[in-house]
């Protein structure tokens, strides 16, 4: 009986091999047809998305229909949008527009103003048009979130895509917190010192303080009484998918209201299942963004000694040469790793400028820091496509990789076309890397349940074997 199961194992171990291999023949074939690797990545299990933001998956059409169905107002110079008419002739609403035949020309207006649908790389700086997107359309980004969870949802099952980890929303907990600002400077002069040490004091004073003003409270509430409840009566979990949700601090406001920001993240995800990990959005290039980067990593720092299992991803190394001073993309992805303890990074573009860039290169792969390629994004945002990014980099030091989104609606983009990009781009990447890639993005992943990873592996599995079987077979 023993040597039957052996057997029969070994010829299904075989079958799979050869599929497999004749996958590979099949994928070399076409990767310079652009229609043949949409069909194939089309119907690949995809395994997860790591790196996708909430607000910025959900296409321009959800939120323009929104904003037309409860009749907004609009500016018809700025084309700024408003639930309530403010002072000045340019307000108008949308049924008013629609009764003078002008609503088509003012839906394709917003399509621009809240996507980078027709962008034509001349009149605007790209990075500025993308970051402008999403106060563009924050008003809106936040309605139906329901109707945009299952959006999310459904178009991911559609892509064979298992599990998304979405960066969905910072906690609102409206403290004030106006008797601290003092200590802004105080943070920022011992950043200036590099006083590492000196920092970690203050912030633990802070942090007790802060905590005295209910912020675990407020965490644990928003989690229960808006994340958790939103997520279990729409039912996102089923066998074929699941959602998680990083909480985020936006690193463009002042240091003690984003170190209350990051209490109440680190709180919001020790505190639930459904919330897997932290991360640091908005503008690397900023300027607070820039001048406090290193408080920032200091501040994780605390935050993770604080709350040890919490996972961080950090967006770091999103700049490119050009947009900064050189020196500045000489230590932000090392910071991020060394100093705050992520496990992940996100975009990791800047990586050939870090000082020592080998030694972090093995550093991240020998204590398996995966990194979050986006490659549309960065083509789009940061002008690096091609040989200019850096992924053969982290291939080439074993440094893990996962392939993502970033934000597909406001990008018009999918994660089907990331995986396209990559075959077309990098022919030094094979379709079992590509495998294995996408095995990373739940290896990798943060889901707290073991046994549901577990699950979804051995799923993505049997979905892999389904689908090599249906690769047409070379004549």
């Known amino acids: 009986m023993i040597i039957r199961v052996l057997l029969s194992l070994l010829v ?23 229609a043949l690797l949409t069909a194939f990545f089309s119907q690949m299990p995809k395994g997860g998305d790591l790196h996708p933001h909430y607000n910025g998956s959900i296409y321009a059409e959800t939120y323009i229909d929104y904003v037309i169905k409860h009749d907004y107002f609009i500016n018809t110079k700025t084309l700024k949008v408003s639930d309530k008419k403010n002072e ?18 003012y839906r394709q207006k917003l399509f621009q103003k809240w996507s980078v649908k027709d962008y034509n790389h001349v009149d605007y700086p790209s990075d500025k048009l993308f970051f402008e997107t999403f106060s563009n359309f924050g008003i809106v980004s936040r309605a139906e979130v329901d109707k945009g969870l299952l959006e999310i949802k459904n178009r991911a099952k559609k892509e064979n895509v298992s599990y998304i980890e979405t960066i969905f929303v910072g906690v609102p907990c409206p403290k004030n917190l106006d008797d601290l600002t003092k200590y802004a400077s105080v ?52 066998e074929q998918f699941t959602l998680r949700y990083q909480s985020y601090v936006i ?81 932000h992805i090392d910071a991020a790793v060394k100093v705050a303890g992520a496990s992940r990074i996100g975009h990791g573009v800047d990586i050939p400028y870090e000082t020592n860039s080998y030694e972090l290169l093995r550093y991240m792969s020998q204590h398996k820091i995966a990194v979050e390629i986006n490659l549309f994004s960065n083509e789009f945002i940061l002008k690096v496509k091609d040989d200019k990014h850096p992924i053969s980099l982290y291939k080439n030091f074993n440094v893990p990789i996962v392939i993502s989104s970033d934000d597909a609606g406001v990008l018009r983009t999918n994660l089907t076309d990331q995986f396209v990009l990559l075959a077309k781009r990098y022919k030094e ?22 046994g549901l990873k577990k699950a979804i592996i051995t799923d993505l599995q049997k979905r892999f074997a389904r689908f090599e079987k249906s690769v047409p077979a070379l004549k």
Request: contains cysteine; hydrophobic residues 40%.
């Open 12 to 34: 299904l171990t075989t079958s799979v091999a050869s599929f497999s291999q004749d996958v590979n023949r099949y994928f070399e074939t076409i990767r310079d047809n652009h």
């Open 88 to 105: 000045g002739t340019d307000w108008v609403n949308f049924s008013a527009l629609k009764a003078e035949g002008l609503l088509p020309d």
């Open 187 to 238: 943070l920022r002069s011992q950043q200036a010192r590099n006083d590492t040490a000196t920092c970690l004091v203050l912030l633990d004073s802070l942090y007790q303080t802060i905590q005295g003003r209910g912020i675990r409270e407020c965490a644990i509430q928003f989690n229960k009484e808006t994340l958790e409840k939103l997520h279990n009566e729409l039912k996102i979990d089923d």
């Open 251 to 331: 690193r463009t406001i002042e240091p003690i209201e984003l170190f209350k920001s990051m209490i109440a993240a680190f709180e919001s995800a020790a505190n639930s299942p459904l919330v897997v990990g932290v991360n640091l959005a908005a503008p690397e290039d900023n300027e607070i963004a820039l001048n406090d980067y290193w408080l920032h990593m200091v501040m994780f720092k605390y935050c993770h000694a604080k709350y040890p299992s919490v996972k961080i991803t950090l967006h770091a190394g999103e700049l490119a040469l050009g947009m900064v001073k050189p020196e500045e993309l000489t230590w």
């Open 429 to 450: 990447i094979s379709y079992t890397d590509i495998k294995k890639f996408v095995v990373n993005s739940i290896d990798y992943s943060f889901i707290k349940e073991d």
